[in-house]
């Protein structure tokens, strides 16, 4: 065998040492599946603080993740949302919201108690099998229960309500609500801003006292009567006042105007009577009045169509007389405009188009309300009111045709002219 040549030799050499020099090359560990830790908040927040925690569990709240941030899902029928603070050493719930509440929830004392002072606003929706815990924390600032706490008989008490000293916004809904008046939720409430108690069977009067920091007022759908107190035309700040679907009685009083704040004035479906007060024009920034299903008369004010922020006017079915004083311009820059049902109320056809239904007639020349178009008449035409009758008779004779004494005295003309010529025929036959 010929021994190999030098370069070659030098070549295996080379390879050798390579080889040799190079690090060892161990297999790759397969990575490893470690459990999933508990809850740990970003290390940017501080964990939150363990008794609430339990009170969240306990509450069907769930706390494998951060709850804090927990949304939940569309697909859930149930659902809870909460709010926390960035306090340290431990974080603390400062807001609840439960929606669609399973039927298996309860709402414990102990669970509130744990929560509290840092629990400053719970809401409740749709939670119609649950039944209201025996007190809610001092420390709420906001509490909501719409269309919940069906299946407690009474609903919630006023007493219950009333022990809520630091709210500063109320809302039930749909919710009946138990107790001798509103006195007694509000008594105690000092700092409240926003009040809705509405469709709750609320009785009573309207309390002759509020406290001044209310903005915004919902009594809508109860029972309360009596007459609208001055001591609500006080709340300078008001900006929203519905009193509708109740039977309050009386007139609208004259310091209603006293309301500068006031937006929104709904006292519709009520028991009222009288004129629409003057002083309504005071205020300067109102952009719905509805004023419908009352007891109201007189003449509708010619103010209101100076109203330069007004977007809805609601007046029907009332008692008012008289004209209409506003024109088509005003009435087309409104989004809600409602006056029908009011009989002895007329509109001046020169000035407004009967296209426009209204729902009331047009004025005869005295200011008079005439009697409404036949049915069939084409709603999309004018109908002129002033010709009625001056066309009604013509309109019978076109329709009716001659009349039956003419008819008769001519056919007997006829008669007589066909036998004397008969006759004259006759007797050059004869001859």
Known sequence: MKPPSLPLLLLLLHLSATISAAPSLSPTPSPTISPIPPHKPSSS?????????????????????DPCNHRPTTKSTSSSVVTCDTSSPFRLVTSISFTNCSTDLSISTTALRALSPSLTSLSFLNCPSLSPPPRLPDSLHSFSAVSSFLRH??????????????????????????????????????????????????????????????????????????SIPTSITLLSNLKSLNLSKNSISGDIPDSIGDLISLKNLSLSSNKLSGPIPDSISSIPELTHLDLSGNQLNGTVPRFISKMKYLTHLNLANNAFHGVLPFNASFIKNLEVFKIGGNSDLCYNHSVLSSKMKLGIAQCDKHGLPLSPPPQK??????????????????????????????????????SLVFLIIFMILLAKWCG
């Open 153 to 226: 008989r009474n609903g919630l008490s006023g007493v219950f309500l009333a022990r809520l000293v630091n709210l500063t916004d109320l809302t039930v809904s749909s919710v009946p609500v138990s107790t001798s008046g509103l006195f007694v939720i509000l008594g105690n409430m000092h700092k409240i801003v926003s009040l809705t108690i509405s469709h709750a069977n609320l009785s009573g009067n309207i309390p002759k006292s509020f406290h001044s920091n209310l903005t915004f007022i919902d009594l809508s759908d109860n029972l309360i009567k009596g």
């Open 45 to 65: 927040s501080s964990p939150l603080d363990p008794k609430q925690l339990k009170a969240l569990e306990s509450l069907n709240i769930p706390t494998v993740k």
């Open 377 to 414: 008449e084409d709603s999309n035409s004018d109908y002129d009111y002033g010709n009625e009758n001056d066309t009604s008779e013509k309109k019978k004779e076109e329709h009716h045709g001659p009349n039956k004494v003419v008819l008769g005295v001519a056919i007997g003309l006829s």
